[in-house]
């Protein structure tokens, strides 16, 4: 899994696509949420509760060049979406490395993507 951020002007959301293994990717909707306690987005087929997924995320480093991001998390929620036609899932990311957990935070807070609970800190 693969989450890419482009880069847009303004304080509107970055586009954002995911990769699932041998899913197409999926162009997130509005509601997609990136932080550093985890991930929120929408997949073509559901995840289990409990599933350990590695998650990879390119977004811009400290110096602008695009990195990669390994993350490992647990599949905390998923439920059907019928708006969008797909599920939603609810990602906890598990023992993140300090510096990565704040690239993430940087990325989010730079993409107008962070949870409501990050948004406050």
């Known amino acids: 899994m693969s989450g890419t951020s482009e880069s847009q002007k303004g304080a509107d959301k970055r586009p954002v696509t995911v990769l699932s293994g041998t899913e197409p990717p999926v ?5 997609f949420h ?9 997949s073509e087929c559901p995840l ?25 998390g647990a599949v ?15 990602l906890q990311f598990l023992d993140l490395p ?15 993507l962070l949870c409501a609970y990050c948004e406050n800190f």
């Open 48 to 72: 289990e509760p409990f599933t350990v997924v590695s998650v990879d995320i390119d977004a811009p480093d400290e110096v602008g060049e695009i990195s990669r991001m390994t993350c490992l």
């Open 98 to 112: 300090e510096q990565t957990r704040e690239n993430l935070r940087c990325t989010a807070k730079s993409g107008n």
């Open 34 to 42: 990136l932080c550093p306690l985890g991930i929120q987005f929408h």
């Open 27 to 31: 162009r997130q909707p509005e509601d």
């Open 76 to 90: 905390v929620q998923c439920e059907p979406d019928k708006q969008n036609n797909r599920y939603r899932v609810w």
